[in-house]
């Protein structure tokens, strides 16, 4: 696992993340190893209380083979340049690495601001399966509850059934009033998995993958 922090506060830049994980990927592609990553944005809640200020720092958890060990991301190499050239990093060894990312996520309030363009989070190594999982994951509740994994392709114009070409209409309307927004229910919300009669955990699909 690895922190990535600015050495000045308003140094941030949207596409500064995805250029250290590339030349991470391209490490990983030199010594001959799958780039298995994932990482989430965090801003400093206690520089946050005191100025002010959303300073951001990210967090990464890496998969690599046992007897591999990963560079320092803030230290050129011979004429590789350094993955993060922005700041400090702070590497170590992690045995848990999913509930290490969960304890920055578990942090994050309702009033927590980010700078415009902020991702909060990145994965990278999956296969074909995993990447379907994860969108299955960032589909709204109603379409989880009706559609399996890889059921639904996600367009500009809404949620397409990748059977049928059907568009789905929306579920809730978010709409800005005065003092506020306003959700409202436009059509009934889909009970999850009525052909099996019960509610249950996790990633679904009727279809084989």
């Known amino acids: 696992m690895v922190t990535l922090t600015f050495a000045r506060p308003d140094e941030w830049r949207a596409d500064q993340v995805s250029a250290a994980v590339q030349r991470y990927r391209n490490w990983t592609r030199s010594i001959g190893v799958a780039c298995r990553y994932t990482w989430v944005a965090e801003i400093q809640p206690q520089r946050l209380a005191s100025t002010g200020d959303a300073v951001v720092h990210y967090h990464l958890v890496a998969w690599l083979p046992v007897g591999v060990r ?12 350094a993955f993060w050239p922005h700041g400090m990093t ?8 999913v509930g290490y990312l969960m304890k920055y996520l578990s942090k994050l309030g309702e009033l ?5 363009g902020l991702r909060l989070y990145g994965i990278g190594g999956l296969d074909e399966q995993g990447r379907k999982t994860r969108g299955w994951f960032n589909l709204p509740t109603w379409a989880r509850a009706a559609y399996g994994v ?11 059934v990748r059977a049928t070409g059907e568009v789905l209409d929306p579920v809730f309307k978010l709409s800005r009033v005065p003092g506020g927004l306003e959700l409202r229910q436009l059509r009934e919300v889909p009970r999850r998995f009525p052909e099996l009669g019960a ?3 996790g990633a679904f699909s009727a279809v084989s993958c």
């Open 112 to 116: 927590t601001r980010f700078p415009k």
């Open 199 to 201: 509610d249950l955990p």
């Open 150 to 160: 890889g059921e639904l392709a996600r367009k500009s114009y809404g949620l397409v």
């Open 90 to 97: 702070n590497s170590a060894e992690c045995r848990t690495g």
């Open 70 to 81: 990963m560079p320092h991301w803030d230290r050129m190499v011979g004429r590789r340049a």
